[in-house]
């Protein structure tokens, strides 16, 4: 059964960088049927897509989050990666891993989803 | 952008019928998805094309899209629905382009 594990820091000062990594384990990182991204869900807030990026290494952002944040993926050790810079304290949330389901539509949805990892930005 | 508008909360009696609703702009013309998250869980994929049942997802869960109005509808509530909802959409020609409502409290009374 396919398992997403978040691991990464619960703790960062603002204006540094967050590192966060997915290691996917139970399934191939490298399927072409998938994409893999992260969401985050502030506290007390809604779902907010961070981004997406195929093995190949294309990569989707959110326009409002792009000029911050860099996903990666390395396949040889089936995780993918997110790095997101400038943090401010709007940047506080759970954070999710997720398997997003490549459609022929585009239309696709988020079948896995990592038990999420509480970031929490404060000096 | 596109917005999608869900109700903050829905309460229903156990063995009740639910309908979490989910509103957009011709949304009907999009395919909705939704997600079932509860405290200190990760989310999980309830209904995926408005209306397909992931695999291990009781029949109690159903979807639909048309006009300006998608519903997720669960049958014979069970206290353990208790969770948050939330639909989402791909448009690419809205910024972002995946989007999520934002999440109705279903609770059985």
């Known amino acids: 059964q396919l398992q997403l594990q978040e691991s990464g820091p619960g703790l960062v000062k603002p204006s540094e960088t967050l590192s966060l990594t997915c290691t996917v384990s139970g399934g191939s990182i490298s399927s072409g049927d998938y994409y893999w991204g992260w969401i985050r869900q502030p506290p007390g807030k809604g779902l907010e897509w961070i981004g997406s990026?195929?093995?190949?290494?294309?990569?989707f952002y959110n326009p409002s989050l792009a000029s911050r944040v860099i996903i990666s993926v390395d396949t040889s050790k089936s995780q993918f990666s997110l790095k997101v810079k400038s943090l401010t304290a709007a940047d506080t949330a759970v954070y999710h891993c997720?398997?997003?389901?490549?459609?022929?539509?585009?239309?696709?949805?988020?079948?896995?989803w990592g038990q999420g990892t509480q970031v929490i930005v404060s000096s | 952008s596109y917005v999608l508008t869900q109700p903050p909360s829905v309460s229903v009696a156990p063995g009740q019928t639910a309908r979490i609703t989910c509103a957009g702009d011709?949304?009907?013309?999009?395919?909705v998805h939704w997600y079932q998250k509860k405290p200190g869980q990760a989310p999980v994929l309830v209904v995926y094309?408005?209306?397909d049942r992931p695999s291990g997802i009781p029949e109690r869960f159903s979807g639909s899209n048309s006009g300006n109005t998608a519903t997720l509808t669960i049958s014979r509530v069970e206290a353990g629905d208790e969770a948050d909802y939330f639909c989402?959409?791909?448009?690419?020609?809205?910024?972002?382009?995946?989007?999520f409502g934002g999440g109705t409290k279903m609770t059985a009374l």
């Open positions: 989402q959409v791909w448009d690419r020609t809205s910024d972002p382009y995946v989007l």
């Open positions: 997720v398997r997003e389901r490549n459609t022929v539509t585009s239309e696709n949805w988020f079948d896995a």
């Open positions: 990026i195929y093995f190949s290494g294309t990569t």
């Open positions: 094309d408005d209306s």
């Open positions: 011709n949304i009907g013309s999009k395919t």
